[in-house]
């Protein structure tokens, strides 16, 4: 049944957006709260009701940009929101953990675990969570974009704890598609924050989608990686790519957005939070690079004297499934479980709704068809570890 609502989610996404700006309605404001750092989160009374009388209390926890970043953090966030709108008693807690290192995100987390009902953590640098969870099995926790692991570093499924990763390949490979399509340099480019594995997917997934278009529909398109700029990923191996190196590094995303430009780049796929802010003002300044967006709609985010930028944006439908692993808890079927979520239950996508893409028709038509191939299983793209695949050769390139 919830494969219906995502997919509403996802036509949802695509016609209203989720990044900042934009001229969508006011939605009612919610019971809302914020910290800037851990050790200033407000704290409820000790021992909250789940889902009685007030509601219930949910945290956020981001690092290192807040959940205003206009991308992936706002997105889970305004899951919250919509799931506070349908129940007005609820309220949230906004935490920002600001240095992006994992030991320091899952402190932020075990800091006040026990003074809610539910902790949501959206990004790999809260795998480690899986441990805190284990330590507070009254709380609930919702993980985002990652699987959890206990103290010793394994993968752990748990009662109290819902984690559901994304298929970002998917996502990464309809943006490479869109790219060879729409290039006239025949110079594209992904732009990434720091090489985990869910960045890693997104790129190899982008360099795929390159990669098919060019043997399917007849592009020449050719990827533009910097050496001084190669990621490294968790098992040490160099998987090339072009990382910015943080997600809340503005100024290095405009450095790595600069240089892409030089290199001829008109195209550049940005999956980067709030450092990719850096690499929107590269393409804006450039008046003649187009951006595609990550994991929300971030077409309000091109928007330029002129113009826009964004030529589409690659999605992960993130905020609707927050939304309703909130409801189970809410209505009581909550169930905990790892989940890879991806086309196949509409999890991830692109933007094709008028007015928030400027793709050609011969586009939209060759992206709905790679779309259902995916959706179908006739083509599975690469992740960063997809045993036997790599952007080169994977099932459904031949």
């Not at 997105?75 to 129940?87: K, R, T």
């Not at 809410?330 to 933007?351: C, I, K, P, R």
């Not at 779309?371 to 690469?382: E, S």
Request: proline share 5%.
């Amino acid at each position: 049944m919830w494969k219906k609502f995502l997919a509403a989610g996802l036509a949802a996404a695509t016609l209203t957006g989720c990044g900042s700006g934009g001229e969508s309605a006011p939605a009612p404001q919610p019971a809302v709260t914020s910290a800037p750092v851990p050790s200033s989160a407000p704290a409820p009374e000790e021992n909250p009701t789940r889902g009685g009388e007030g509601g219930l209390r949910i945290a956020i926890v981001t690092s290192p940009s807040t959940v205003e970043d206009g991308s992936f953090n706002q997105d889970s966030y305004e899951g919250i929101l919509a799931f506070i709108q349908e129940y007005p008693d609820a309220s949230v807690t906004a935490v920002q953990e600001p240095t992006g290192e994992a030991e320091a995100s899952v402190q932020a987390v075990a800091q006040l675990a026990a003074s809610y009902d539910v902790v949501v953590t959206p990004g790999t640098q809260f795998a480690g969570v899986g441990a805190v969870a284990q330590e507070y099995p009254d709380t609930d926790f919702i993980l985002v974009d990652t699987f959890p692991t206990d103290a010793q570093g394994q993968e752990v499924v748990l009662d109290n704890l819902y984690a559901m990763r994304f298929a970002g390949q998917e996502s990464g490979f309809f943006a490479g598609v869109a790219a060879a399509l729409e290039t006239v340099t025949n110079q594209v480019a992904v732009v990434t924050g720091i090489a985990y594995p869910a960045n890693v997917d997104c790129q190899y997934g982008f360099e795929a989608g390159v990669n098919y278009a060019n043997a399917h529909y007849g592009t020449a398109a050719q990827l533009v990686e910097l050496p001084a700029y190669a990621g490294t990923d968790r098992t040490g191996a160099n998987v090339g790519g072009n990382y910015i190196g943080s997600f809340n590094d503005a100024s290095g995303g405009r450095m790595v957005g600069d240089a892409l430009i030089s290199a001829g780049c008109d195209i550049l796929f940005v999956a980067a939070g709030h450092a990719g802010t850096g690499v929107f003002e590269a393409a804006k300044e450039s008046g003649s690079v187009k951006v595609i967006g990550c994991d929300v709609d971030q077409y309000s985010q091109g928007e330029t004297e002129t113009g826009n930028i964004v030529l589409t944006s690659a999605l992960k439908v993130m905020g609707p499934n927050v939304q309703r692993v909130l409801e189970s808890i809410q209505e009581g079927s909550f169930q905990g479980e790892n989940v890879l979520l991806g086309a196949d239950t509409g999890s991830t996508g692109y933007v094709h709704a008028e007015g928030r893409h400027q793709l050609s028709e011969e586009t939209l038509a060759c992206l709905e068809e790679v779309y259902m191939l995916v959706q179908d299983g006739a083509i599975v793209p690469p992740g960063n570890f997809s045993e036997g695949n790599t952007p080169e050769s994977f099932p459904g390139l031949d």
